[in-house]
C-alpha cells in the first residue's frame, strides 16, 4: 500500500478532502481522491498539533509501505491545486529517513479521535516534534486513539493508553514494533496481520520486519485459514477461523450495535 499525505491546515468536516472550506474545494478534493485511487493509493489530511500558525503551507509526503520498498518522500505545493499535480510515480519530492508519525484527530468524524487522538499526539509531540502530526480518518475508530507510522505503515491502536506513547516511535526508529498497540500493517490483509500478532505472542520476535507471510490458504468452507509465517527458526504455522464479535458500539457516536468480522485464534505451531 501507498499514502498521500496532504497537510490540510485547519478544521475538516466529515470527510477531510470533501467538507473542509478555505482549504479544498469538493471539486478539487474529488479530482484528487480519484487520481489518488486509479494508482491505489490511499489518501489522508495532516496538519501540525496545537495552536494553528496564520501562515498557511500546503506540505505532502508521499510514502511507499510495501514491504522490501519502504519510502518516504516529502514536497510543497504552492496552494491546493497543487497538489492535484503531484508526480504520483515516486519521481517527486524530497526523500526523508525520519519517520512520518499520524494519529488520528479527526473529531467530526468521531469525538473519540479528537479527546483520545489530541491527548496522544501531545504526549508524542514533546519528544519528537518535527515528526508528529495529526491526521484525518485512519479507521478502527474503536482503538482511538489510532495511529500510523510510515513509511512502513504501521497501525497501532489505543496508543494515549500507553505508559508513554513516545516510546512507540522510540522502538520504530531502532526497527522493533509495540506489540502491546500493534494493530498490524497496512500492506497486509486482516488474516496476516492477526496471525502476525498472535506469532509475536508466541515467540516474541518484535522487529518490525520479522514474521513475513509465505503463504495464505483458505483450508474449509467454514471460515478456516491458514497463515504461513516466516520464523527465525522455520516457517510458523497460524491457523484462524472467521467469526463476528457480539453487538458493540465502533464508534463514540455511534446509536446503535451492530457485530465486527474478527479472526479467532485455532491454533499456531512451528512447522517442520
Not at 5 to 27: D, F, K, N, T, V
Not at 37 to 50: K, L
Not at 177 to 195: M, N
Amino acid at each position: 500500500m501507498r499514502w498521500l499525505m496532504l497537510e490540510l491546515a485547519g478544521p475538516w468536516g466529515h470527510s477531510a478532502l470533501l467538507e473542509s472550506p478555505g482549504l479544498l474545494s469538493p471539486e478539487l478534493g474529488r479530482h484528487i481522491a480519484r487520481r489518488a485511487q486509479s494508482e491505489d493509493i490511499r489518501v489522508a489530511a495532516i496538519r501540525r498539533p496545537g495552536k494553528r500558525s496564520g501562515q498557511r503551507r500546503w506540505r505532502w509526503a508521499l510514502a511507499d509501505a510495501r514491504p522490501g520498498q519502504e519510502c518516504l518522500r516529502w514536497g510543497e505545493a504552492d496552494g491546493p491545486d497543487g497538489y492535484a499535480e503531484i508526480s504520483l510515480d515516486g519521481s517527486a519530492g524530497t526523500s526523508s529517513d525520519e519517520p512520518l508519525v499520524a494519529i488520528c484527530a479527526h473529531g467530526k468524524h468521531d469525538q473519540c479521535c479528537a479527546v483520545r487522538g489530541r491527548r496522544a499526539t501531545t504526549l508524542i509531540a514533546e519528544r519528537y516534534p518535527e515528526a508528529t502530526w495529526e491526521c484525518s480518518h485512519l479507521g478502527g475508530d474503536r482503538f482511538a486513539a489510532t495511529m500510523i507510522m510510515l513509511p512502513h505503515g504501521l497501525f497501532y491502536g489505543r496508543v494515549d493508553m500507553a505508559a508513554d506513547p513516545a516510546d512507540i516511535i522510540t522502538r520504530y526508529t531502532e526497527g522493533r514494533v509495540d506489540p502491546r498497540h500493534l494493530r498490524g500493517r497496512s500492506s497486509y490483509p486482516a488474516a496476516v496481520q492477526v496471525a502476525q500478532h498472535h506469532a509475536r505472542a508466541v515467540f516474541g520476535d518484535e522487529r518490525i520486519d520479522a514474521l513475513a507471510p509465505l503463504d495464505v490458504t483458505d483450508v474449509d468452507d467454514a471460515g478456516h485459514v491458514v497463515v504461513t509465517l516466516e520464523g527465525s527458526l522455520g516457517p510458523i504455522g497460524v491457523r484462524l477461523r472467521e467469526t463476528f464479535s457480539e453487538p458493540i458500539f465502533t464508534m463514540c457516536q455511534a446509536r446503535s450495535a451492530g457485530p465486527v468480522k474478527q479472526w479467532e485464534l485455532v491454533s499456531i505451531s512451528a512447522l517442520e
